[in-house]
């Protein structure tokens, strides 16, 4: 090949090169495009990680800072000597957080058998509410239910459920205080009895606390305490823990002996109308199901009523001396048994002839009492009964308590007047029955009932002449003998004046023949009272039915024990006994 051709083809590829694009610049433009990013993002690291630190920080925390609720402690209820009768207890409650928990069934069914409860009803609270971010699942579950759902949740990093520290409220002694202290519901505000009526007083205030929580909501940190939790407050009852085992087993026991439909006893402090026991039958267990037959919460001591029958005959008598009229040996003739009243007969159950008030009394002589009532000024007899208190509510406080029923004397008509005097007409509570006894007990002092514990001393107000008071006291010991309705009631080494009563219960269109409300209303040590106790049996179906048969014995079982735990010394020591004790057999 010659010079020339070769460069002839020389010229042409120089012409061919010359006519390919260039990349160069393309090059210089796709460096200075990556240098700048590279660039950026270094600057942007370096403003993130040193100038905008705070910033992020914050935000985090935003998106991870919570504002949870920290539960109080409901203020303790106790007996008068500082045991517990209501306490609460730290458990979890189970949450979760229906945007984030999976509807998987793999992960919802151990759930759901961990909380024992129904796979659909999750899933369908969670459906129901899916727009929230917090629902409880399950409140207040056992310790070994927490545990368990903990390890599962840890386990298998299930993100949307966890636990949340509350109180639940236990009861030691169950159904022997149920009727006094109530209950509370799931938020643990007072339902029934004590815990309701000092709702505000127990009730502590829940608190507030920021908190970081991870990716499953679990806190992980605290950060700042908001608002501390302020704890409610004790509440110091009247009740002696003692005495209401005591009354409430011996109450029972007769309620089934006597096949009885239910049954109250009360005992109240002679010396200022505290209440140291308050029982019913049937009860319930606090710690259960609230599940179950309607009425039995129902505290009947304070909110059934019934006709006292011959339990207020003392009071007639008391009315008769307080007037001037009459004396202890004032005689009224009950003969033939029977008396006229209008349209009405009264009767006693059998002829007692000529009695002085004592025997009236002993005898429980409904036409003696009916004398002695139509003889007294339709007023003044009305008014003494208004001052022990009939008609009117005692000063407990509690919820649902009922006022009885003392019907105006301007409404009544002689055979009103007459039936009154033995217990007919009128309506009480236990309650009210036995604050009206603790005037006799208290030689004519009413004081102001009371289930919290009074440290200081409590004014009373006379309503009776401390001499009337005592005379009837001494009548109503008579009964507790062999010769009067009440030997049942007797309680050994003690002095008991008491009064029985048989009533009739009340039913649509008059009294019924075959239903009774057996009742008897106690006072001991009868020399120097410190104890007053009614024994309420609605009911009793075995057989028996009179007061002195079906009530009485309870009172002497309960005021024996009772007296012995108070250490009241006796004043009827037999010739026996005061032997024994000299001869140091006694200790």
């Known amino acids: 090949m010659n010079g020339k051709t070769r460069n002839k083809r020389l010229k042409q590829a120089r012409r061919l090169e010359q006519a390919l694009p260039s990349y160069q610049a393309r090059r210089w433009t796709m460096l200075g495009l990556l240098m700048g990013a590279a660039s950026l993002l270094i600057w942007r690291a370096v403003d993130q990680q040193i100038f905008e630190t705070d910033f992020l920080q914050n935000e985090g925390q935003r998106r991870h800072l919570r504002v949870v609720e920290m539960s109080a402690h409901r203020g303790m209820i106790k007996d008068r000597l500082g045991e517990p009768v209501a306490i609460s207890t730290p458990v979890d409650s189970v949450w979760a957080n229906p945007r984030t928990l999976s509807p998987d069934s793999r992960i919802l069914v151990p759930i759901a058998k961990i909380l024992q409860m129904d796979l659909d009803s999750l899933r369908q609270l969670l459906a129901r509410r899916s727009d929230r971010s917090f629902v409880y699942l399950k409140r207040r579950i056992n310790p070994d239910r927490a545990a368990k759902l903990t390890a599962y949740v840890s386990d298998n990093e299930i993100a949307g459920v966890g636990l949340q520290r509350e109180y ?303 005379l009837v006291r001494k009548m109503m010991e008579a009964v507790v003998t062999e010769e009067g309705t009440a030997p049942a009631a007797a309680v050994p080494g003690y002095r008991v004046a008491g009064k029985t009563g048989t009533a009739k219960k009340s039913i649509s269109g008059g009294y019924a023949d075959d239903q009774y409300i057996s009742v008897f209303a106690g006072i001991a040590p ?13 009911e009793p179906s075995a057989g028996e039915y009179y007061g002195g048969s079906v009530a009485a014995p309870v009172f002497s079982s309960v005021m024996a024990g009772a007296l012995r735990m108070l250490n009241v010394a006796p004043d009827a020591l037999d010739d026996s006994m005061v032997k024994l004790a000299g001869s140091g057999g006694v200790k």
């Open 168 to 470: 639940r409220r236990y009861y030691p002694d169950g159904e022997v205080f149920a009727h006094v202290v109530g209950f509370t519901n799931v938020d643990d505000e007072g339902q029934e009895g004590l815990e309701l009526a000092y709702d505000e007083w127990l009730q502590g205030t829940s608190g507030k606390k920021r908190v970081i929580q991870d990716g499953r909501a679990r806190a992980v940190k605290d950060v700042e305490n908001i608002l501390e939790p302020e704890a409610g407050k004790d509440l110091i009852t009247s009740i002696d823990r003692r005495l209401q085992f005591l009354a409430y087993r011996e109450l029972k026991g007769a309620v089934q002996r006597n096949k009885a439909k239910a049954g109250s006893a009360v005992i109240l402090d002679a010396r200022n109308g505290e209440i140291l026991a308050m029982v019913n039958q049937p009860a319930y267990n606090p710690n259960g199901s609230k599940q179950g037959k309607v009425g039995r919460f129902r505290n009947r001591a304070v909110t059934d009523v019934f006709e006292p029958g011959s339990t207020v005959k003392p009071f007639t008598i008391a009315a008769a001396l307080e007037s001037g009229r009459y004396t202890p040996g004032t005689v009224i003739d009950t003969a033939p048994g029977t008396m006229k009243v209008g349209r009405h007969q009264v009767k006693d159950h059998r002829n007692y002839g000529a009695i002085d008030l004592s025997r009236v009394i002993l005898k429980s002589s409904n036409v003696g009492v009916s004398k002695i009532a139509l003889d007294l000024p339709k007023e003044k007899f009305w008014g003494f009964f208004s001052k022990m208190g009939f008609g009117e509510a005692t000063s407990t406080g509690f919820p649902g308590e009922v006022t009885g029923q003392l019907a105006p004397y301007r409404r009544w008509a002689e055979i009103d007047q007459a039936t009154l005097a033995f217990g007919y007409g009128l309506s009480v509570t236990p309650l009210q029955l036995a604050r009206a006894y603790v005037v006799l007990a208290s030689d004519g002092m009413r004081y102001p009932t009371s289930l919290i514990r009074q440290d200081e001393p409590v004014k009373g107000e006379r309503v009776m002449k401390a001499k009337t008071a005592k």
């Open 526 to 538: 009868a020399s120097d009272p410190r104890l007053v106790m009614v024994v309420m049996i609605d």
